[in-house]
């Protein structure tokens, strides 16, 4: 359930969160995505690098770090 869900990657941008997001959904896998700007968080997250955080059940953390890597390197290989 995504009462269990933790942290799982820390995405660096807008453009990144919205890559994931999309390869997330095309293999539906349930997440959270949470911008550090988010008031939820508290002043503690905004010295944190990056945009935000996915956040996920335990059982999904191979599977969406492997896509967060696919992404990442794709986007270094095209200069983004």
Not at 19 to 34: A, K
Not at 46 to 68: F, H, K, M, N, S
Request: contains cysteine; glycine residues 4%.
């Amino acid at each position: 359930t995504m009462s269990d869900v933790e942290q799982i990657h820390v995405v660096s941008s807008y453009a990144e969160a919205l890559l994931v997001q999309s390869c997330l959904d095309e293999e539906e896998i349930p997440y959270h995505l949470q911008p550090f700007n988010d008031p939820a968080f508290g002043s503690f997250w905004r010295r944190v690098e990056g945009w935000g955080v996915v956040l996920a059940p335990a059982e999904y953390r191979e599977r969406i770090v492997q896509i967060c890597e696919d992404i990442a390197n794709a986007r270094r290989e095209s200069g983004d």
